[in-house]
Nanobody
Framework: QVQLVESGGGLVQPGGSLRLSCAASRSIFSFNRMAWYRQAPGKQRELVAT???????NYEDSVKGRFTISRDNAKNTLYLQMNSLKPEDTAVYYC????????????WGQGTQVTVST
């Protein structure tokens, strides 16, 4: 079983920055895809950013140019650098890891709260 633990959330003013981390209990090199999702109150969980082997990345339109997803295989950690934060970025942020193949698996973290407010 794989455990994912997010950290780095908190309260920040509009225009500020935060860096989220997602630490895995084992090597992340084997994961085909890792991603950040978020869920705001009363809304469905939505995909924010993905990174696949070879470090190809993709972003949801509203965060392009402001958020950067990255992974450090040596530290078994996924990151989400969030700049120019807006109130609408307020949500619980979750990381997800996936393995594709004959047997596919997906793992989720417990989430970390990000609140953008004055």
């Amino acid at each position: 079983q794989v455990q994912l633990v997010e950290s780095g959330g908190g309260l920040v003013q509009p225009g500020g920055s935060l860096r989220l981390s997602c630490a895995a209990s084992r090597s992340i090199f084997s994961f085909n895809r890792m991603a950040w999702y978020r869920q705001a109150p009363g809304k469905q969980r939505e995909l924010v950013a993905t990174i696949i082997r070879g470090d190809f990345t993709n972003y949801e339109d509203s965060v392009k140019g402001r958020f950067t997803i990255s992974r450090d295989n040596a530290k078994n950690t996924l990151y989400l650098q969030m700049n120019s934060l807006k109130p609408e970025d307020t949500a619980v942020y979750y990381c997800k890891a996936e393995i594709f193949g004959m047997n596919s698996y997906e793992y989720w973290g417990q989430g970390t709260q990000v609140t953008v407010s004055t």
